[in-house]
């Protein structure tokens, strides 16, 4: 009978033990699964993610070839600039006209496109029929036109308001403007070393100021001059071309200056259109 009894002990002890690591292998199993289910969501994002980067640099690589096809027709400047083979074709067909001892002073692609610039100016400036007297003065230095424009063609005497005399002249400057796109336009008023005060004018820098805008705002209002290309500044006495010793120095003086500006980008800009 005692045999019996510890028999039957052993057998549930071992019962037990058995139960106890099943019960902690079914654990680990589970745990196992689960970490196995994570890892495999885990390598789903990361295959979703590479394809993403995938696609991207395709895109990048697919950019690059485009740039690259676009580049192979292009020049690049010294300076930065850069233009298409077509336009620097274009370009040499202008400096064909270009007197060829200033083009064999250019040394850059720069200096060139500057001769290509300066020359359709000065057609243009050459078939506007501005001419010159002693009241009106133009000076073509590079790509810089300037025109100086006496005082008396414009305004009355100490005022700011265009007398009639002053439309044929703008006129004229308006059809040069607006014949070339990528002109920009400055204004500049000039008085002589005469001091002024009236109600209307506080001195020599408001009537230099109030006669550029005057002048600008009839390019724009009459003459359709686009208002972006136009810029009002006033000089005062400040820049005399002339001593203020003599009434003629001081009629000199007073003037008003037309500079005009090639824009070169625009220029470049509109050749290319033209290609």
């Known amino acids: 009978m005692k045999r019996i009894s510890i028999l039957l002990l052993a057998v549930i002890t071992f019962s037990c033990v058995s139960k106890k690591k099943y019960l902690a292998l079914e654990q680990e ?4 699964k689960s970490e196995l289910q994570k890892t495999q969501v885990e390598k789903e994002e990361l295959e979703e993610k590479f394809a993403k980067i995938e696609a991207r640099v395709d895109a990048y690589n697919e950019k690059i070839n485009t740039l690259k096809a676009e580049t192979d027709g292009k020049l690049e400047v010294k300076d930065g600039a850069v233009i298409s083979n077509n336009t620097k074709a274009k370009m040499r067909e202008t400096l064909k006209n270009v007197d060829p001892e200033k083009l064999s002073q250019a040394k850059t692609l720069k200096d060139s496109m500057n001769l290509a610039v300066a020359y359709n100016l000065e057609k243009t400036i050459n078939s506007s029929n501005i001419d010159e007297d002693e009241d009106f003065a133009v000076n073509i230095n590079e790509t810089v036109v300037m025109i100086s424009i006496a005082d008396n063609m414009l305004f009355n005497t100490g005022s700011y308001r265009l007398s009639s005399k002053a439309d044929p002249i703008l006129k004229k400057l308006a059809d040069v403007i607006n014949s070339e796109p990528s002109l920009d336009v400055m204004v500049e008023g000039h008085t002589d070393s005469r001091t002024i005060n009236t109600e209307f004018i506080a ?32 000089r005062s006495s400040y820049q005399p071309i002339a001593e203020n010793n003599s ?29």
């Not at 120095?249 to 290609?275: G, H, V, W």
């Open 203 to 234: 001195d020599n820098w408001d009537l230099s100021v109030l006669r550029a805008t005057s002048v600008v705002r009839k390019l724009q209002d009459k003459y359709n001059v686009a208002p972006e290309k136009l810029i009002a500044s006033g």
């Open 247 to 275: 009434t003629e120095n001081r009629a000199k003086n007073r003037r008003t200056r037309i500079i005009i500006l090639p824009n070169i980008d625009k220029f470049f800009a509109l050749m290319a259109s033209e290609n």
């Open 29 to 32: 199993n589970g745990q196992i």
